[in-house]
C-alpha cells in the first residue's frame, strides 16, 4: 500500500491519528485535509492524509496555531513541495539544454560566442564609403 492511497476508513484514520472522527469531518470541511470518497460518499483517508491530520494537531496543541493559521502553513508548505518540483523539473530542463548546446557547437562551424548573447557591446569604429559611379 502506498502512503497516498486512500484506503482507511474514517474510524480507522481518527484512531490513527488520536483525533474523534467528527474532528476529521470538521477538517475536511474547513479544507484542511482532502480525504479521498467513495460512490457512497463515504470518505477515505491515506497514510498521508493520517500524518497530516498529526501536523494539524502539533501545531494547534503544543504551537498554539488557530485552525485558519494552521490552513494557511499548509497551503504555503503545499505550495513550497510545488515549487521545489517545478524547480528540480527547471534544472534537469537547463541541464539537457546545455547538453544539446555542447553538442550543437561540436557540430559546428561557429565558435560558442557566435551561438550564445552576449552582454558586450562592440566600440568599433567601421567607416562606410559610397561606391564610386565609374
Same mark, same amino acid.
Given at each position: 500500500?502506498? $502512503?497516498?492511497?486512500? =484506503?482507511?476508513? &474514517? +474510524? =480507522? ?10 474532528? #476529521?469531518? !470538521? ?6 485535509? @482532502? ?11 491515506? #497514510?498521508?492524509?493520517? $500524518?497530516?491530520?498529526? @501536523? *494539524?494537531?502539533?501545531? +494547534?496543541? @503544543?504551537?498554539?496555531?488557530?485552525? /485558519?493559521? =494552521?490552513?494557511? &502553513? *499548509? ?6 513541495? $510545488? ?8 534544472? %534537469? %530542463?537547463?541541464? %539537457? /539544454?546545455? !547538453?544539446?548546446? %555542447? @553538442?550543437?557547437?561540436?557540430? +559546428?562551424?561557429?565558435?560558442?560566442? $557566435? ?8 566600440? /568599433? #569604429?567601421? *567607416? ?5 559611379? +565609374?
Amino acid at each position: 500500500m502506498d $502512503e497516498h492511497d486512500k =484506503v482507511l476508513l &474514517i +474510524s =480507522v484514520a481518527a484512531q490513527l491519528a488520536g483525533m474523534h472522527p467528527q474532528t #476529521l469531518r !470538521q477538517y475536511d470541511r474547513m479544507g484542511l485535509v @482532502e480525504p479521498g470518497r467513495t460512490a457512497g460518499g463515504g470518505r477515505r483517508y491515506s #497514510l498521508r492524509d493520517v $500524518e497530516l491530520l498529526r @501536523e *494539524i494537531q502539533r501545531l +494547534s496543541q @503544543e504551537d498554539g496555531v488557530n485552525l /485558519a493559521g =494552521v490552513k494557511r &502553513i *499548509i497551503g504555503l508548505e503545499r505550495l513550497v513541495g $510545488e515549487m521545489r518540483e517545478q524547480m528540480t523539473r527547471m534544472a %534537469e %530542463e537547463l541541464t %539537457e /539544454a546545455r !547538453q544539446r548546446l %555542447e @553538442e550543437l557547437e561540436t557540430m +559546428s562551424a561557429f565558435p560558442r560566442r $557566435e551561438l550564445m548573447r552576449t552582454s558586450r557591446t562592440s566600440t /568599433a #569604429l567601421v *567607416i562606410w564609403q559610397r561606391p564610386s559611379d +565609374s
